[in-house]
């Protein structure tokens, strides 16, 4: 039996797909928000996590009727960093997140990573995972526009020499699976940054699974393989 | 034009309901559990928020393996409440809930507090809403089980001196909803606890509000009249 190896590349979110850090990010927002005096619920704080800072703040000035200009701006981004930094001990890697790198590794799998955060914020997490030196990550400050706009997942499919057309784009939130659509790349949900199937569904996730470790258990769902063709009968 | 009135209470959540306190509590839960030596998924604890205890420490038996003794189950619920404790200036009533209730008593709408927490973790916060002091409030220390068995919400009703069934439940979780069920009452949603609302219609809500500010604005939605009947035409 012959077979030709199609080529396949998959680009991850950070927070809420590899590390366990979304609820650290809210509240790390939330406190930040207060001290400026603006009183925003939590849970939407939640659902702008993962979405380029510009968008968040223009879905603020909607929602709080607050503009921020970029002094502000500046403050709670910084303040954001600190208190998320104070959190750090508690921020573990997401469930299998490791395991399932190695095992794309073993498959001959390539990946990247693709956050809508500043590298100065991802350099806080991205210890935990191990990465090997080589694997792209590209963040806020290498693109013109974060999510939901496709460039993050673009430029990331573009470290990996590949188009974004052959890439799987894994994330936690509806703007991952926005920016994957646009990117024409196909979206995988994961539910461990606190959104609900059939959000991420609706979101255009070709599959969901509930964290790394489930990913890993069925990456015959997306067509990784593990055994080599000529091996097979 | 003649009328009669018909009897109508509603049952209310606490947290994540009238009171944006779900994620502090998931990150209380967090810490203690990781004090016992228990690494559970942020994500996986907001799921269970609202749930009767008895049943987390099932659920978690379930996904991490670990059964709890009495002893260690106290400990965490000691901690819990400590870590909880620790994180209250944090905590707000939701936008509108103190609105949405002073609204129902200009309507004349008798209203009971239901919530599968204990009285003592309840007390921190209840003081944010101003209650008077008539207003019924059942905690778990009040029932043989909590949500989502309809008991809570049952003890709820009769305080109000009405049956489950001529009441409406609003709750952020898919366990009040789940209770509402069982307990023949309507269901409303808020997505305040951070719930989709995608996930609260599947669970059975006949309405979803993003938070009490959002309900208030839609009373009629739920039959509730501000417009004495003799002043119509």
């Known amino acids: 039996m012959k077979s030709t190896t199609s080529t396949l590349g998959i680009l991850f979110d950070l927070d809420g797909t590899l590390i366990d850090s979304v609820y650290q990010h809210v509240l790390a927002w939330h406190q930040a928000l207060r001290e400026e005096g603006i009183d925003l619920s939590v849970w939407r704080i939640h659902r702008r996590i993962g979405m380029s800072g510009g968008l968040f703040v223009d879905a603020l000035a909607r929602e709080t009727g607050v503009a921020l200009d970029a002094a502000r701006g500046d403050r709670l981004r910084r303040r954001h960093a600190e208190e998320l930094l104070s959190r750090l001990p508690e921020i573990r890697p997401l469930p299998g997140a490791i395991q399932l790198l190695s095992a794309l590794d073993k498959a001959g799998v390539p990946y990247a990573l693709a956050t809508s955060g500043r590298r100065e914020t991802a350099d806080f997490t991205l210890p935990l995972l191990n990465l090997r030196p080589d694997v792209p990550i590209v963040t806020r400050d290498d693109v013109a526009h974060a999510k939901p706009d496709p460039d993050l997942f673009l430029a990331a499919a573009d470290r990996l020499g590949l188009s974004a057309e052959k890439c799987y784009v894994v994330g936690d939130s509806v703007w991952d699976l926005l920016a994957a659509?646009?990117?024409?790349?196909?979206?995988?949900?994961?539910?461990?940054?606190?959104?609900?199937?059939?959000?991420?569904?609706?979101?255009?996730?070709?599959?969901?699974?509930?964290?790394?470790?489930?990913?890993?258990?069925?990456?015959?769902?997306?067509g990784i393989r593990f055994t080599p063709p000529d091996l097979l009968l």
């Open 181 to 222: 659509q646009r990117a024409r790349a196909l979206g995988i949900g994961v539910q461990s940054g606190g959104y609900g199937r059939a959000e991420l569904e609706r979101a255009g996730a070709y599959r969901v699974y509930a964290d790394p470790a489930d990913m890993l258990l069925h990456l015959d769902e997306i």
